[in-house]
């Protein structure tokens, strides 16, 4: 370890280019989420503070700095849908990340076909090769150590239906790197994409 170690105490701000921060805790998976509102207009929009919280049933979960669009809708309606964002797919999850006045289709926006859920009525991305329909379970405001609310909320939702590209599974076994998936990195614009060349193995302990 290098004796010269960069210190700093968020409270009183990173004093760097950019908060290093995310690009830490990286590269992210993308929460590529689709609403829809009370009056059926739909949403989508990615977030980076996303991860699956558990396995039976599987909870996933994203975090929206701001009362944003996503979580009113989902808070209004129960139910959500994540969808696998692919490098083939990089631009336009993007494009869905704009500030566009609340109602409007981000489907529309970024060309992508939307199909309603077999389960929720939340809309699938057709051109994204996997899909979890979901249904909220809790929406948590965050707070500082000390208790103070903060403007963040932590969606968590049940996901109560998959699909997945057949062509991603061989021998039934899922290929992670073979989606392509896009994960953010930190800064303004990082991005970061996988394949089998970054594949290692390592068994558990108590598995040996
Ligand atoms: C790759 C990417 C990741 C993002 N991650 C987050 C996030 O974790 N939390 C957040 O509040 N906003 C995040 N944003 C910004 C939201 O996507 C943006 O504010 C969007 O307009 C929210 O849409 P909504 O209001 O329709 O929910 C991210 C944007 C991009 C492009």
């Not at 760097?16 to 590269?27: M, S, T």
């Not at 059926?40 to 996933?60: D, E, K, Q, V």
């Not at 994540?82 to 490098?87: E, K, Q, Y």
């Not at 932590?154 to 998959?162: K, M, N, P, S, T």
Request: glycine fraction near 8%; include cysteine.
């Amino acid at each position: 370890m290098s004796a010269k170690r960069y210190y700093y105490e968020p409270a009183d701000g990173h004093g760097l280019p950019h908060d290093p921060l995310n690009a830490i805790i990286g590269p992210r998976p993308i929460g590529w989420i689709s609403s829809y509102d009370q009056q059926g207009n739909r949403n989508l929009a990615p977030y980076s503070f996303f991860n699956c919280f558990n396995y039976r049933p599987p909870i996933i979960g994203f975090a929206s700095s701001g009362w944003k669009d996503s979580v009113q809708n989902i808070v209004e309606t129960k139910e959500f849908v994540w969808n696998l964002a692919t490098r083939e797919l990089a631009e336009q999850m993007n494009e869905t990340s704009a500030s566009i006045p609340r109602g409007e289709d981000e489907f529309v926006r970024a060309g992508l076909t939307a199909v309603v859920g077999q389960k929720v009525k939340a809309s699938l991305v057709a051109e994204s090769p996997v899909n979890f329909e979901c249904r909220l379970s809790q929406c948590i405001q965050l707070t500082t150590a000390d208790g103070a609310a903060i403007d963040s909320w932590l969606v968590l939702g049940e996901v109560v239906a998959v699909h997945i590209d057949e062509s991603l599974l061989k021998d039934g076994i899922y290929q992670t790197a073979l989606a392509k998936p896009v994960l953010r990195a930190g800064g303004p614009s990082a991005y970061y994409t996988i394949d089998e060349s970054h594949r290692f193995d390592l068994t558990r302990p108590d598995a040996r």
